[in-house]
């Protein structure tokens, strides 16, 4: 399954910077985000299991955020000035931690978060599987048009913005997604049997490979679908064209595999 994965967010980069440095990279996959918003979105596209906050004060909507984090089966906890953790704890409970005093607690609860968004999703991947099993819309979507072997290739030239497309699918479609963002690399990549190429038609069309990215997936039968990804996309609208792309990524493997 891979390392956890953990969003930071702080307006103090100082701040962010050392809570980054206080989680073991070998346990957690750390990122770093810069607001509120930010940190959940990131979290919710990219599945991450907790999310640590560093607020000075009172955050404006910060409750509501706890609660859609929450929904969504992500940790919260929340990093405060000592001064400022008996405020935050009478509304968000004990997730409020001193910082930087209680970096120990902080760490502890990053753990304890992480395993209890873990075991939250194994239930309910259970309960997904009992829904399977007595047929449904899920089971067949999971039976007819996804193979858990499956690849496919998303090339895009932000690979920031590549990896939260992929993210995307692979949570939505149930395939193994790799990321390429030149059309060297795709090239490279282009006979490795993959069902599907998800790619920026701009950035394939105006690389020197591109013709033979296109040829060489043409001889095999993988067809390509476009994604309008303009430059300086956001991770947001990354998501959004992720989304939007779903069905047609699911049509396109029940026509591999037919």
Partial sequence: ????????????????????????????????????????????????????????????????????????????????????????ERELGPIALAWPTGIHEIKRAVALGV????????????????????GGWDAGVANAAVNPRQRVLVLVRDREVANVIAAVFESQAGVGCDVVVTGAEALVR??????????????????????????????????????AVPRGMDLGGAGQVAWAAVPQLRQSLRAHRG
Wanted: hydrophobic fraction near 50%; charge should be negative.
């Fill in 115 to 134: 395993e209890a968004a873990t075991a939250a999703r194994e239930a309910n991947r259970g309960d997904d599987d009992e829904d399977m099993d007595a």
């Fill in 190 to 227: 282009a006979g490795d049997g993959y069902a599907c190429l998800l790619a920026d038609p701009e950035l394939l069309m105006s690389s020197a490979q591109g013709p033979m990215v296109a040829a060489t997936l043409g001889k095999c039968g993988v067809p390509m679908i476009p994604l």
């Fill in 1 to 88: 399954m891979g390392r956890p994965r953990v969003i930071v967010a702080s307006l103090d980069e100082k701040v962010a910077a050392a809570l980054v440095a206080s989680l073991n990279p070998a346990r957690y996959r750390v990122e770093q985000a810069h607001d509120l918003n930010e940190a959940l979105l990131r979290a919710k596209l990219l599945l991450a299991h907790a999310v640590v906050l560093h607020v000075a004060g009172k955050a404006r909507g910060l409750g509501q955020y706890v609660r859609d984090a929450r929904a969504h089966d992500i940790a919260i906890i929340v990093a405060a000035a000592p001064g400022d953790t008996s405020t935050l």
